[in-house]
């Protein structure tokens, strides 16, 4: 795999309902692709010219059927993911939360999706980095996170955080030169 020139703009959108204890965060089993048998986040490729929050909304209902507004999205994260085994893999990522959704999650092609306990999500069937931020975001959180995997693409070599004090995060992308180097 050819090394791009720069990492892949992509998006995860994670719907959330009910409150408290109860609440449940919605995951799926990927079925194919780029991790294929791994529990994720619904989510992909932000297209030429699409907003994130468009994107995410659109990667919701494509693989979960469930609809949303970009309005209803809270840019919880920005995660930075490098690959310095596969660098193609390279991926920048915005994570949107959403408590405002229509409709059920369904199967298709791309995610079988689960809900989930917000405090107890599936680690064991994740990809490892998810185990350093995903309940960090889920418990409020909000941060700037890059994540650099090891040799076999998939432990986590380093995980470094800037965290926004439970802010907003900022409108403005992520980029590598807001961590240290690590060269």
Known sequence: MPKREHPVNVVLCLPVRGAGTGAEVLLGLKRHGFG?????????????????????????????????LPDSLEPAARVLFRFPAAPAADMDCTVFLTRVFTGHAVPTDELLPEWHPVSAPPYPRMWDDSAYWLGLLLDGRRFDARIVLAENNQAVARFDLVDWMNEKIPSHPATATAFPDIT
């Open 36 to 68: 294929a048998g791994k529990v994720v986040a619904p989510g992909g490729k932000i297209e030429p010219g699409e907003a994130p929050a468009d994107a995410a909304t659109r990667e919701l209902r494509e693989e979960t059927g469930l609809g949303a």
